[in-house]
């Protein structure tokens, strides 16, 4: 039985045959999944406009034998904005490789997709800081995947105040007493502690409503990324492109 659902077109791949387009969706009813959208690249196609990356559609899925697929595709937001900024879309794409790695697949992913729909949103429009908006959607994907260091204090003392070491391979935290500025031991303002429990813990609605003064949003990024890249043990070439050109 065909599945309608809305979903965030997060890869695609042109080289299927001479109309064809394979592409990974988000979507709001089955998480990630893959799917071939057959003839989506003749000038005629209903659902070639609908299955470009970085597009917001509803799709109509049918399952196929190994794959879904595309039967009907009608955007309802494509970010033109973002194409018009190298580092924008670098970003972009960057959230949209973590989504398909970290984001559920064959399950309701309604928290996810609003993530991402929000933080392209953010980006296209510049109102919002796109370091900021990096850190929130890398840890609320990893949050959501079940990946959160442990926020409540250092691990020898249990203090809860003031500047902190992140100990990335332990997900923990030591304070200034009883850590030191290491390779494992990536230093932490009050500020950037502070705006980690507040992703951690936020509401939805509330996720994107604080700004973050530099001397803390820096090290708060540096951290949150090698936490990321510690906890999946991998690289992203999306992010090694947007760290190249931002």
Known sequence: MPIKTDALIIRENNRIGENDRFITALTRECGVVQASVRGARKITSRSGSGTSLLTYST?????????????????????????????????????????????PREEPAEESLRLLLNALH???????????????????????AGYCPD????????KQEG????????????????????????????????????????????????????ESLTPLAAASEHFLLTCL??????????????
């Open 59 to 103: 799709l109509t899925l049918t399952e196929g034998k190994n794959k879904w697929i595309v039967t009907d595709a009608k955007p309802q937001r494509v970010f033109f904005e973002l194409r018009a900024d190298m580092a924008k879309v670098a970003l972009a794409q960057y959230f949209c490789e973590l989504a398909g790695v970290l984001a």
């Open 122 to 144: 953010f980006l296209s429009e510049g109102s919002r800081d796109a370091t900021l908006l990096k850190v929130t959607v890398e840890q609320r994907l990893l949050r959501q």
């Open 151 to 158: 926020l409540s204090g250092c691990a020898v003392c249990g």
């Open 163 to 214: 500047g902190m070491f992140l100990q990335p391979l332990r997900g923990t935290l030591l304070c200034t007493e009883h850590g030191a500025p290491a390779i494992d031991n990536l230093p932490l303002t009050a500020g950037a502690v502070a705006a980690w429990r507040y992703l951690a813990e936020a509401a939805e609605d509330k996720l994107f409503s604080f700004k973050l003064s530099p």
């Open 233 to 246: 043990g991998r690289g992203f070439h999306t992010l090694e492109f947007y760290n190249s050109v931002k």
